[in-house]
């Protein structure tokens, strides 16, 4: 009995703390800022507190950045860069007795590197797979057995995996990958798909060089694609061979590198603790990563000159499409409170 009753209190817990609490119907994620959340050069956030906009400010000191709010039902952090930074911001965020958490839905918004031979600079990439990049084995390059494809293997594992059977390998590492609510991601897809993304001349000059690659030669789109989390800031041809193989080792077959970002992984790993304690919903989180840069270097470029050239246009069409794609989902689902505060956007098709 007494069991039962402790398991009861246990279940009510998430209700009775939520109680006077805001509910929020939308929690808006970026990860960096150059500086003040307005007036100054953008980062991940700015445009949202500025255009969305987020003019209510609550403090949040165990963050980098106050929080922003607005009266419709929308809540914006800026975690940080890096996986720790997210997990411990989000993780925070959870917790905070000022706000209802249980049915927001999460929407991850912010540039990242993109694969040349699936996406173009400037695109709109919305994920059903986010895998980790840190938890592994690493081996300097300089000392790669011959026969090896890179240096980077499954954590137990004794040699690069080759399929799914070699990652089981007893280690308890559960936040390597996070399937997503698929359907929610692909009605996000489908809702923004017919937006057009702006084109420019930074974009065109940026692009001109992939040639051999066509995907990355076209203006940039909205579409589906999968995202590897690393805080290491990784690059280059052979990397991102790595990158398509550990993308699809971990997430099956139907998934596809396209994006490299530096905090999904922490994100969601905070995401899926308060979710198991009643405090947050992972059928209702999105991850919109825009692509500022290649994750690769061109045809007569080397790994070290691209990865630390300027991005084109200095980052901005990623940090405008991550804000005016993200937007579009952000209000439907405001306006649509009624629809989807019970029920995910097409999670009847699962």
């Not at 799914?164 to 990958?177: L, M, Q, S």
């Not at 990784?234 to 905090?263: I, P, Q, S």
């Not at 690769?296 to 940090?319: F, H, I, N, V």
Request: net charge negative.
């Amino acid at each position: 009995m007494r069991k039962l009753i402790l398991a009861v209190l246990a279940s009510l817990a998430p209700l009775s703390a939520a109680q006077g609490a805001t509910e929020v119907k939308v929690v808006i994620v970026s990860m960096f800022e150059h500086g003040a959340l307005t007036g100054d050069r953008p980062g991940e956030f700015q445009f949202w507190v500025e255009r969305l906009p987020l003019p209510i400010e609550h403090d949040f000191p165990a963050g980098p950045y106050p929080l922003r709010a607005n009266a419709d039902g929308a809540l914006g952090i800026c975690i940080g860069g890096g996986i720790a930074n997210a997990a411990a911001s989000v993780m925070a965020l959870g917790y905070d007795p000022r706000f209802d958490l249980r049915r927001a839905y999460w929407l991850i918004a912010g540039i990242a590197g993109g694969d040349p031979e699936d996406v173009s600079l400037g695109s709109a990439v919305w994920a059903r797979h986010v895998v980790d990049g840190d938890l592994l084995y690493e081996i300097d390059a300089r000392e790669i057995p011959e026969g090896w494809p890179y240096g980077l293997i499954p954590l137990g594992a004794e040699a690069p995996a080759q399929d799914a059977a070699d990652i089981k390998t007893g280690w308890t590492i559960d936040n390597v990958h996070f399937a997503l609510n698929a359907p929610l991601a692909e009605w996000a897809a489908a809702l923004t798909r017919p937006h057009a993304l702006a084109d420019s001349a930074a974009l065109e000059e940026g692009r001109a060089a992939y040639v051999g690659y066509p995907r990355a030669l076209q203006p940039p789109t909205v579409m589906l694609g999968d995202t590897l989390s690393a805080s290491t800031y990784w690059h280059g041809a052979l990397l991102n061979d790595w990158a398509n193989d550990w993308v699809r080792l971990y997430g099956g077959e139907d998934a596809e590198f396209v994006t490299t970002n530096m905090e999904d992984s922490g994100t969601l790993t905070a995401l899926a603790r308060l979710a198991a304690i009643g405090k947050a919903d992972m059928e209702r989180v999105l991850v919109l990563r825009t692509v500022s840069n290649f994750s690769m270097p061109p045809p007569g470029k080397d790994a070290a000159w691209s990865a630390t050239a300027e991005y084109p246009g200095q980052g901005r069409p990623g940090l405008e499409a991550a804000f005016q794609v993200g937007n579009v989902v952000a209000q439907t689902l405001i306006k649509g409170w009624a629809e989807h505060r019970e029920t995910p956007p097409a999670s009847e098709l699962r």
